[in-house]
């Protein structure tokens, strides 16, 4: 029985994060990062050596992604001003302005002003 020759893996993330990867700029904390384009916040931020992004509101204790697909809760950031978004279901987007997720935030219902 003749079987075919094994190709060579490919790695899921090279296409996205390799050498040849576009570059958007997203901000952390203040400070910019230049990140391939098209990958999650959590991803941009973890591949930029971030390893804190919100803190408990009991402990204060740090906390990171686990999961990355959107199950644990535990990547919360605040986005463009907006608390409470999943980093790893969100997209990178040039100019995005991310900050640390402090304790609990305050979730507003879209629409409502109170
Ligand atoms: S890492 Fe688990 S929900 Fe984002």
Request: hydrophobic share 35%; with cysteine; proline share 10%.
């Amino acid at each position: 029985m003749r079987t075919k020759p094994q190709e060579a893996p490919v790695s899921l993330f090279s296409a996205a994060a390799g050498p040849g990867a576009k570059k958007t700029r997203i901000y952390f904390e203040d400070r910019p990062l230049d990140v391939p384009e098209g990958i999650s916040v959590a991803s941009a931020l973890l591949i930029s050596g971030v390893r804190a992004f919100r803190s408990t509101p009991v402990s204060g204790a740090p906390r990171a992604p686990y999961c990355m697909m959107g199950v644990c809760f535990e990547c919360l950031v605040e986005i463009d001003g907006r608390p409470g978004r999943q980093s790893c279901l969100t997209p990178v987007r040039d100019g995005m302005v991310i900050k640390r997720q402090e304790g609990a935030s305050e979730l507003k219902h879209p629409g409502r002003e109170d």
